[in-house]
Structures are given as structure tokens and as C-alpha cells.
């Protein structure tokens, strides 16, 4: 059976999984000797290794383009590009924020905010299974429209006066193996291209 690989860094903590059908047969964050590595290859034939796969069984990269940290999402996304060109397999994007909002959600609107250069925040608003909002802003800006939310859960790394503390700042990764499998696969020449801020 085929493999998908899954790459998650935009919260500042790499993370590499596979997945075989629908279930994670390998997880780096799981593992506290490997947990954190920037060791993408290390990673990759650790996990190979692990669940008997090999290179020629991998069908499909999934990977978080943020917006979070720049600098490890744009290394996670320069492997998964690398890696899909080189064995001619297309690299599906995944946004942080529909992974975060998917893990998160209970029913309620789920508000995720994550640091950005300061004074700026990512701010987004998952809702009814999808993000419905997204903005680079001031994080006075995301606070102000937050208060317009009769109730919500929070996920990201920033905390909110007043409410309870965000819930998680990284997807599981059966969720974001979920979230793949649901999106299709891509076209062979699909690649991934980080969320980026925009400086003011």
C-alpha cells in the first residue's frame, strides 16, 4: 500500500509522519529521541525504516505551509519540494490554520493566533470545518475582533486576557493526515509555497 509523508514545522517544532491508508504508522513527535530533529532525511528513512516502507512507496508529501515560523516552515517546505521533484510525486499544501482549526474544533469557532515580526500577529477564524477568516494585523486589531465572538476556543501561541489558554499550536498527525486524504491528491507538479508575512 501506498505511503503518505506529512511534514509539520510551522509551529517551530519539526514533525514528520507517514501514513498508510488512513492510519499513522510513524510519528517523529512521538518519539523523544527525534522529536524537534531539522533532520528531514534522517527523519524520512528513520520512519521508512520503521514501518518497512521505502522510498518507491511514497504516493503523495503533504506540508504545513504555515503561516508560523518562517525560517523551519520554508526548510520543511525546500525538503518536501526537493523530495517531490526528485521522485516525481506532487506536494500537497496544507495551511496551519485549517490544521489547527480541524484539530481544535469542537463545534465552536476556533480563533488561532500565532506570533508574527512584532507588533503583528497571524490571525485566523476556523468555522463550520473550514477557515473563514485570515488576516496578517496587530495583535490589538485580532484582540478587538475576537471580542465581537460570543464564545470560542483558542489554539495558537498566544494567550487571550481573559480566556482560557490555547488549546494546542501543532495538528496531531492523523488529523493532518485526515485533512490530506479529504483534499485530493494534486497534480504531479504541485508543490508547496509558505505563507509569508507581509512587512509593513
Known amino acids: 500500500m501506498t505511503i503518505t509523508l506529512l511534514i509539520q514545522a510551522s509551529n517551530g517544532v519539526p514533525a514528520l509522519a507517514l501514513g498508510r491508508g488512513g492510519e499513522i504508522v510513524f510519528d517523529s513527535s512521538q518519539d523523544e529521541t527525534l522529536s524537534g530533529s531539522r533532520d528531514y532525511r534522517m527523519l524520512l528513512e528513520t520512519g521508512l525504516a520503521a514501518c518497512g516502507g521505502a522510498l518507491s512507496d511514497l504516493s503523495l508529501i503533504a506540508c504545513d ?3 508560523g515560523g518562517l525560517g523551519v516552515t520554508r526548510t520543511a517546505a525546500a525538503f518536501a519540494n526537493a523530495l517531490g521533484f526528485a521522485r516525481g510525486i506532487p506536494v500537497l499544501s496544507l ?3 485549517e490544521l489547527l482549526g480541524a484539530e481544535v474544533s469542537t463545534g465552536k469557532p ?8 512584532r507588533p503583528h500577529v497571524h490571525f485566523g ?7 473563514a477568516h485570515y488576516e496578517h494585523c496587530l495583535e490589538k486589531s485580532a484582540i478587538n475582533q475576537l471580542s465581537d465572538l460570543d464564545d470560542y476556543d483558542l489554539a495558537g501561541n498566544i494567550e487571550v486576557e481573559g480566556h482560557d489558554a490555547p488549546i494546542t499550536n501543532m495538528a496531531a498527525m492523523n488529523t ?4 490530506a486524504l479529504d483534499a485530493g491528491t494534486p497534480g504531479p507538479e504541485a508543490r508547496a509555497y509558505p505563507i509569508v508575512e507581509v512587512l509593513e
Open 176 to 179: 493532518m493526515l485526515e485533512r
Open 95 to 97: 495551511a496551519a490554520f
Open 125 to 131: 477564524i476556523f468555522r463550520d470545518g473550514k477557515l
Open 110 to 117: 476556533v480563533a488561532i493566533l500565532r506570533r508574527a515580526a
Open 65 to 67: 505551509i504555515g503561516p
